[in-house]
């Protein structure tokens, strides 16, 4: 099949690659973006991924609904985000240890509640086949889109809006660029926080949910290598804008399908290498995008990482 | 009350000692409490799930603790324990919140690995050093590139280590299925074995490999390199407060640089002790985890490097029951990893309550009366 167009299978599964990939990449920097701009980092979204996508494949495979998985693991992911806002409102508790603690947490429990579910399987979530106008079968895998990943473009769309246009918006900048300006406009930063987190953590858990009910599609122990991580990192890269942090996603949702991509087409030298390539390429754009003084452009000031 | 009623009075000058001894019972009171709280927490949850905590604490005692055979296991899971905890715990002393050990003691045994063919004819007492060194420099370049990034691009070190983690776990698989792969291992890609000569033995008299004397050892190390020299005090002082530490002519960025090198280099040291004494050659049981153990560990004995080994023991023998438990009470296998995270959330937690108990009055009340 590959033998019809050549090499340009390898772009062509990388696109596709992308817009399947991205999608976990996309919602995890979404929720991070408000967490962060609110004045606080969550590094624990790793584990809360893991958990949403236990959570959302064990409730799509109890209840029939691939939605209420979705749903389920939004839950979840919003009680870890509620758990480390509410930590990180004591005094003296940090923010980015917590975020290690709840990443062991979030994935120790998911790997001990997701035991009975690595058999079993949950219905999918649907895909929409953007690529009906081709007949080539690449064309048509690579532009079959899931409804999440529109979705999730939307969603940047909507947060940019929110956080230039409207009351929350500007309530949530205020308290990321400084507790004392909240306070003296009458707004509790610690409970701005707190809703901010539990967002962030709500949108991880569907990311989580994208990678167990539709790519890969399946739930077992190695379901997410990282990509929790990766996304945190990728809010630096995308200054905290959510349409940015859509680009990036793709960015990284293209690098993370470069070794599948190919694989396809016969190139398996190098294949395990290949799985460190979004992370040399977070690092590199990290690297890049930070800068010797520690002060980051964009970046809110109440935020410990550029303090 | 009237204000001359809290200075101190000239009639009790002995009573300055009281504040750092209420610190060090604090700081003792505190961890202790919060790792109470964590297994508490963990007790609840199991009978939650129907199982009985108590005989979960029982097994972990008896798997862990309670047969020499069970203390040979533990006490040698206890040597890369403290190593990767050591990786964190070094750089803390800067600030700095390095995670990334598992890469480090990946790489450190990547190394071993790689040079257990070209080395197999030499002299152990050339060879041997030399492996260890190697492994340690893998970790110490590893480790300490993420303090370079820190110090010289303001590449967050927690991110950064993570990431570099996730790659060294990657290039490990890497030279274990391609390159390095010894033809000869079918089911489980691994390296070359190391030659008999050149294998770590066991502590005379003891069930229990080298690397524990030589951890201990780099644990009295590092708390005298951090408690006892200027080097340390100086790093102490960039810790606290990096701008007065540069305003007095501190060389804050060898500092940096100098301390994550170290930290990673133990790591790799533990990379090495996992080869050379326990699987033999490299393989993916490299990766099992001993570098995320290690950052409870740190964390839990406050950074403090003599700390970290009456701890690093506690969690080495739940690890080492761990099969066993988890068998004989039908739990999964993630059962430690959710009681660390208990632990860990009750111990960061804990720290809310530091310098709020309160204890230097209650030690000076009974002296006032």
């Known amino acids: ?307 | 009350m009237s204000v001359a009623g809290d200075l101190p009075k000239a009639g009790a000058p002995s009573r300055a000692w009281v504040i750092p001894l209420a610190a060090r019972i604090e700081g003792l009171l505190l961890p202790v409490a919060a790792l109470l709280a964590g297994f508490a927490a963990f007790a609840l949850f199991l009978l939650l799930l129907g199982k009985s905590p108590v005989d979960f604490f029982a097994l972990v005692y008896k798997a862990g603790f309670g047969t020499a055979f069970s203390w040979s296991n533990t006490l040698s899971r206890a040597a890369p324990l403290l190593l990767a905890a050591l990786c964190v715990a070094v750089p803390a002393r800067l600030g700095l919140v390095v995670i990334g050990g598992e890469g480090a003691i990946v790489l450190g045994g990547v190394m071993v690995g790689g040079l257990a063919l070209p080395l197999s004819g030499w002299p152990p007492l050339i060879a041997m050093p030399l492996l260890a060194c190697m492994a340690a420099l893998a970790g110490a370049v590893w480790i300490g590139a993420v303090g370079a990034l820190r110090q010289w691009r303001g590449v967050n070190e927690t991110i950064a280590s993570l990431l570099m983690a996730y790659i060294a776990i990657a290039l490990m698989n890497h030279m274990v299925e391609g390159p390095l792969r010894d033809p000869a291992s079918l089911n489980k890609p691994s390296t070359a074995p190391l030659a008999e000569a050149l294998r770590v033995g066991d502590l005379p008299g003891w069930n229990v490999h080298w690397g524990l004397a030589v951890a201990v050892l780099a644990c009295i190390f590092a708390w005298v390199l951090i408690d006892r020299t200027t080097i340390g005090f100086a790093a102490r002082i960039a810790g606290g407060n990096i701008r007065a530490a540069q305003v007095q002519g501190l060389p804050v960025g060898k500092l940096v640089i100098g301390f994550t090198a170290l930290g990673g280099a133990f790591a790799g040291l533990a990379g090495y002790f996992e080869v050379s004494a326990v699987h033999g050659s490299a393989n993916a049981s490299l990766a099992s985890g001993y570098g995320y153990t290690g950052i409870l560990i740190a964390f839990l004995a406050r950074h403090n490097p003599l700390a970290i080994i009456p701890v690093a023991l506690l969690l080495a023998g739940f690890e080492a029951s761990s099969g066993l438990v988890q068998r004989r009470m039908d739990l999964p296998d993630a059962t430690m990893t959710v009681l660390q995270g208990f632990v860990f959330v009750a111990i960061l937690a804990s720290e809310t309550f530091t310098g709020r108990l309160n204890l230097a009055a209650l030690l000076t009340k009974g002296e006032q009366r």
Not at chain 1, 17 to 25: H, K, L, M
Not at chain 1, 95 to 123: E, R, S, Y
Not at chain 1, 125 to 146: C, E, F, T
């Open chain 1, 1 to 307: 099949m590959n033998g019809d167009i050549g090499l340009w299978a390898v772009p062509l599964a990388m696109l596709g690659g992308a817009i399947r990939v991205s999608t976990p990449f996309l919602f995890v920097s979404l929720g991070e973006v408000i967490t962060e701009r609110s004045g606080r980092i969550n590094l624990g979204l790793e584990g809360t991924l893991v958990f949403g996508a236990m959570s959302g494949y064990a409730l799509a495979f109890l209840t029939g609904s691939a939605w209420i998985g979705v749903l389920a693991a939004a839950l979840a992911g919003a009680i870890f985000g509620l758990v480390h806002g509410l930590l990180c409102s004591l005094p003296r508790v940090n923010d980015i240890a917590i975020g290690i603690a709840l990443m062991l947490l979030g994935t120790g429990l998911a790997f001990f509640f997701g035991k009975p579910f690595i058999q079993p399987v949950a219905p999918d979530l649907p895909a929409i086949n953007l690529g009906w106008w081709s007949d080539l079968p690449q064309v048509q895998a690579a532009l079959r889109v899931n409804v999440l990943f529109l979705l999730g473009f939307v969603l940047a769309l909507a947060l940019a809006w929110m956080l230039r246009r409207t009351r929350m918006g500007l309530i949530l900048r205020v308290v990321g660029d400084s507790s004392d300006a909240a306070r003296a406009l009458g707004i509790r930063p610690a409970r701005v926080r707190i809703l901010a987190t539990a967002f962030g953590g709500a949108l991880a858990g569907v990311g989580g949910a994208y990678l167990s009910l539709f790519y890969p599609g399946s739930w077992n122990e190695g379901i997410s290598s990282g990509q929790g991580l990766i996304a945190v990192a990728l809010v630096i890269f995308a200054r905290w804008s959510p349409v940015n942090c859509f680009f990036a996603a793709l960015l990284f949702g293209a690098a993370g399908a470069l070794g599948p991509a190919l694989q396809s087409v016969g190139v398996t030298s190098g294949y395990y290498l290949s799985y460190a390539a979004p992370f040399v390429l977070t690092l590199v754009v990290l690297i890049l995008s930070s800068s010797k003084s520690g002060a980051l452009t964009g970046a809110p000031r109440e935020l410990s990482i550029t303090k």
